[in-house]
């Protein structure tokens, strides 16, 4: 242990063989997703976010709500994801393919998000929800958005679905 | 030199035989220390305070909520960023720079270029912690300023830091610790992970899930080879030093130290556990997590058996310097035993996006690593310095509010995670309820953090007034 090459050699050899057995290896087997149809023929899912999605998200990103929800629905058998009604089928790798960020999230004050669009409010309740939250709801009252910033942010969480089929996760009929 | 206080009166002391005599190797390297040292201690403060405001918004959410600027998530990235990079990196440029010149006796001529790359750290995260506040938020924890601070960083890091890896190739005495062992292996693994952390999330980030995998590789390592690996650098010089004893089964080290590097990177995975990505990758994180085990296993034996004989852990308790790496080690340990144990999937399910994590990640970062940073201080600042810690009562205030924050903070993590996981189990008990179910764990985190506030002035106001009233020692004289 005395030779300075040897443990640099060595510290390089396990940074890189992890770096490449995990990420590199991921992005093999991942990198080349695209869209696919639920059903042969059927449109292409994910479907792509509207415009005004898009700058939402960038105000969800602003705001820092990823801190409290995440965008992930567990398999059934791994957490009640589903069971509370989450998501119809646990959320796969495709599912991402048109994000320029994955907001995945790693902490849940709220409830995940992954689906929420198909189980939201409708466009002002939701834009109501957010700048005051009803009682007894653990939320932050986010009054300071204007109307261009709350719509888009509300277009965006209403965009998030992933109540398709996809050849990784099959919807039950 | 010993901090040894048979009274249990916490007190650090410089060393015997003339306060304005450096060592040659000391004097080099006063500049630098004290500029990372500094700015570390300042951060602390900044970090503790906006770690406050984050605890209580957690039960307060309207709480300085009128303006987008303080939101919970902007608050708590902007705390853990400056903890992380703030207090984190710049202590332990000064710690592992100290350890690495103290073990190789090596005089450091060029401290300029070192306090260089340490200026340029802190403004790029001065400007990057305040685009955070100001909304330029990324979405991936500790990855999260704005991508132009990254490459400033790695810069600044390699003009900070790798001074180390020189003392080490340069060392005149071709003396050989496992301390510089891991100091190496740190200095040289974490810009390598920081640049490939950087590229595959912010710069040339692929698609899908493949980046969140990335970030997931690039947290461990920054907590485990960097966090992980300069504690332990500094566990295993400090312990055997004060307590004038060689450390017992010194022939397992070279085992820790390789199996730690070896299943470090492999336990990413396992954050990620019933995510979307491939299950075989979530297998071999399960496995590494399990398999980490072993480094913690023998580091353990290390710092335990040599604790254990000859009153060892009592004469720990009245070094302030060890009193505080004791701590540490503890930590480190619990640390490793709950890693292992909680990353199955069995747990995973019920305890996956709770504060559990959270929890895990204190007893390393502060449990470990800053507890040991700060008995680190402790022994060198007085050294450096020349003078004595100005209060014994505000190292009292310090030890004991930032051991109690500590143990308050982990066990409202873990347990009001374990709780909240269990009640969310069932499906028709929302987060709301869960939450309000928990409400008591929540305010306990806004204590510890008051707690951690208190200490950290504490130990900020005695390590100042220590700072300001050395005067400039002389290099000449003292050797080595």
Same mark, same amino acid.
């Given at each position: 242990?005395?030779?300075?090459?040897?443990?640099?050699? @060595? +510290?390089?050899?396990? %940074? &890189?063989?992890?770096?490449?057995?995990?990420?590199?290896?991921?992005?093999? /087997?991942?990198?080349?997703?695209?869209?696919?149809?639920?059903?042969?023929?059927?449109?292409?899912?994910?479907?792509?976010?509207?415009?005004?999605?898009?700058?939402?998200?960038?105000?969800?990103?602003?705001?820092?709500?990823?801190?409290?929800?995440?965008?992930?629905?567990?398999?059934?058998?791994?957490?009640?994801?589903?069971?509370?009604?989450? @998501? +119809?089928?646990?959320? %796969? &790798?495709?599912?991402?393919?048109?994000?320029?960020?994955?907001?995945?999230? /790693?902490?849940?004050?709220?409830?995940?998000?992954?689906?929420?669009?198909?189980?939201?409010?409708?466009?002002?309740?939701?834009?109501?929800?957010?700048?005051?939250?009803?009682?007894?709801?653990?939320?932050?009252?986010?009054?300071?958005?204007?109307?261009?910033?709350?719509?888009?942010?509300?277009?965006?969480?209403?965009?998030?679905?992933?109540?398709?089929?996809?050849?990784?996760?099959?919807?039950?009929? | 030199?010993?901090?040894?206080?048979?009274?249990?009166?916490?007190?650090?002391?410089?060393?015997?035989?003339?306060?304005?005599?450096?060592?040659?190797?000391?004097?080099?390297?006063?500049?630098?220390?004290?500029?990372?040292?500094?700015?570390?201690?300042?951060?602390?403060?900044?970090?503790?305070?906006?770690?406050?405001?984050?605890?209580?918004?957690?039960?307060?959410?309207?709480?300085?909520?009128?303006?987008?600027?303080?939101?919970?998530?902007?608050?708590?990235?902007?705390?853990?960023?400056?903890?992380?990079?703030?207090?984190?990196?710049?202590?332990?440029?000064?710690?592992?720079?100290?350890?690495?010149?103290?073990?190789?006796?090596?005089?450091?001529?060029?401290?300029?270029?070192?306090?260089?790359?340490?200026?340029?750290?802190?403004?790029?995260?001065?400007?990057?912690?305040?685009?955070?506040?100001?909304?330029?938020?990324?979405?991936?924890?500790?990855?999260?300023?704005?991508?132009?601070?990254?490459?400033?960083?790695?810069?600044?890091?390699?003009?900070?830091?790798?001074?180390?890896?020189?003392?080490?190739?340069?060392?005149?005495?071709?003396?050989?610790?496992?301390?510089?062992?891991?100091?190496?292996?740190?200095?040289?693994?974490?810009?390598?992970?920081?640049?490939?952390?950087?590229?595959?999330?912010?710069?040339?980030?692929?698609?899908?899930?493949?980046?969140?995998?990335?970030?997931?590789?690039?947290?461990?390592?920054?907590?485990?080879?960097?966090?992980?690996?300069?504690?332990?650098?500094?566990?295993?010089?400090?312990?055997?030093?004060?307590?004038?004893?060689?450390?017992?089964?010194?022939?397992?080290?070279?085992?820790?130290?390789?199996?730690?590097?070896?299943?470090?990177?492999?336990?990413?995975?396992?954050?990620?556990?019933?995510?979307?990505?491939?299950?075989?990758?979530?297998?071999?994180?399960?496995?590494?997590?399990?398999?980490?085990?072993?480094?913690?296993?023998?580091?353990?034996?290390?710092?335990?058996?040599?604790?254990?004989?000859?009153?060892?852990?009592?004469?720990?308790?009245?070094?302030?310097?060890?009193?505080?790496?004791?701590?540490?080690?503890?930590?480190?340990?619990?640390?490793?035993?709950?890693?292992?144990?909680?990353?199955?999937?069995?747990?995973?399910?019920?305890?996956?996006?709770?504060?559990?994590?959270?929890?895990?990640?204190?007893?390393?970062?502060?449990?470990?690593?800053?507890?040991?940073?700060?008995?680190?201080?402790?022994?060198?600042?007085?050294?450096?310095?020349?003078?004595?810690?100005?209060?014994?009562?505000?190292?009292?205030?310090?030890?004991?509010?930032?051991?109690?924050?500590?143990?308050?903070?982990?066990?409202?993590?873990?347990?009001?995670?374990?709780?909240?996981?269990?009640?969310?189990?069932?499906?028709?008990?929302?987060?709301?309820?869960?939450?309000?179910?928990?409400?008591?764990?929540?305010?306990?985190?806004?204590?510890?953090?008051?707690?951690?506030?208190?200490?950290?002035?504490?130990?900020?106001?005695?390590?100042?007034?220590?700072?300001?009233?050395?005067?400039?020692?002389?290099?000449?004289?003292?050797?080595?």
């Amino acid at each position: 242990m005395k030779n300075l090459n040897l443990i640099l050699a @060595g +510290v390089f050899f396990t %940074v &890189a063989a992890a770096w490449s057995g995990l990420v590199i290896t991921a992005q093999v /087997q991942l990198g080349s997703l695209g869209r696919a149809p639920s059903e042969e023929g059927g449109p292409l899912f994910p479907s792509r976010e509207p415009g005004l999605a898009i700058q939402g998200r960038a105000v969800y990103l602003d705001l820092g709500c990823v801190a409290c929800h995440t965008q992930q629905v567990r398999p059934a058998g791994q957490g009640s994801d589903i069971a509370r009604g989450y @998501g +119809v089928r646990a959320s %796969v &790798a495709r599912d991402y393919v048109l994000q320029s960020q994955v907001l995945l999230g /790693q902490r849940r004050l709220g409830p995940d998000l992954a689906n929420y669009g198909a189980r939201a409010k409708s466009e002002v309740e939701l834009a109501a929800f957010l700048r005051t939250p009803a009682s007894g709801v653990n939320h932050p009252p986010y009054a300071f958005l204007d109307a261009e910033r709350s719509t888009a942010l509300v277009a965006y969480l209403k965009s998030l679905r992933q109540d398709y089929s996809s050849p990784e996760a099959k919807l039950k009929q | 030199m010993s901090q040894e206080n048979r009274t249990g009166r916490p007190q650090g002391r410089p060393p015997e035989g003339g306060a304005s005599r450096l060592s040659r190797t000391e004097a080099g390297l006063r500049g630098p220390f004290l500029c990372f040292f500094t700015s570390a201690v300042l951060w602390l403060v900044v970090a503790s305070l906006l770690a406050l405001i984050a605890a209580v918004k957690l039960h307060r959410p309207d709480f300085l909520g009128a303006c987008a600027l303080t939101t919970y998530g902007r608050v708590a990235a902007a705390a853990q960023d400056t903890f992380v990079y703030g207090w984190g990196f710049n202590a332990l440029f000064a710690v592992n720079f100290w350890l690495m010149a103290q073990l190789g006796r090596f005089e450091f001529r060029n401290g300029w270029l070192a306090t260089l790359g340490g200026l340029a750290w802190n403004l790029a995260l001065t400007y990057g912690v305040v685009q955070v506040f100001r909304g330029e938020l990324g979405g991936f924890a500790l990855l999260d300023l704005p991508r132009e601070v990254g490459p400033v960083l790695i810069l600044a890091f390699l003009f900070a830091a790798l001074w180390s890896v020189v003392t080490y190739a340069r060392r005149p005495s071709g003396h050989n610790f496992a301390s510089q062992w891991y100091v190496i292996g740190a200095t040289f693994a974490l810009p390598i992970v920081f640049l490939l952390g950087q590229l595959m999330v912010q710069w040339f980030p692929s698609v899908g899930t493949v980046p969140a995998l990335a970030h997931a590789w690039f947290v461990q390592n920054l907590m485990l080879l960097w966090f992980g690996a300069s504690t332990l650098a500094s566990a295993y010089y400090f312990i055997p030093k004060i307590l004038g004893r060689p450390l017992s089964h010194y022939y397992l080290a070279p085992v820790g130290f390789w199996t730690f590097f070896l299943f470090a990177g492999w336990t990413a995975p396992a954050a990620l556990l019933g995510g979307p990505i491939p299950i075989w990758l979530q297998s071999v994180g399960v496995v590494a997590s399990v398999m980490s085990i072993v480094p913690v296993i023998i580091v353990g034996i290390n710092f335990y058996s040599t604790l254990s004989v000859d009153g060892g852990w009592s004469r720990a308790w009245n070094s302030t310097t060890l009193r505080f790496v004791s701590v540490g080690v503890v930590c480190f340990s619990l640390f490793g035993g709950l890693s292992t144990v909680f990353s199955t999937r069995d747990f995973s399910a019920v305890l996956a996006f709770t504060s559990f994590a959270q929890g895990q990640q204190q007893l390393l970062t502060y449990g470990a690593l800053t507890m040991t940073l700060f008995g680190a201080s402790y022994f060198v600042l007085p050294r450096l310095t020349g003078s004595l810690w100005p209060s014994a009562k505000l190292v009292h205030l310090h030890f004991w509010a930032a051991s109690l924050g500590l143990l308050v903070a982990v066990v409202a993590s873990l347990a009001g995670g374990w709780q909240v996981g269990h009640l969310l189990a069932d499906p028709a008990v929302t987060t709301a309820q869960a939450g309000a179910a928990t409400a008591v764990w929540t305010l306990a985190g806004s204590i510890a953090a008051m707690l951690f506030l208190v200490a950290h002035v504490a130990f900020a106001l005695n390590a100042f007034g220590m700072i300001l009233a050395s005067s400039s020692p002389t290099s000449e004289g003292r050797p080595d």
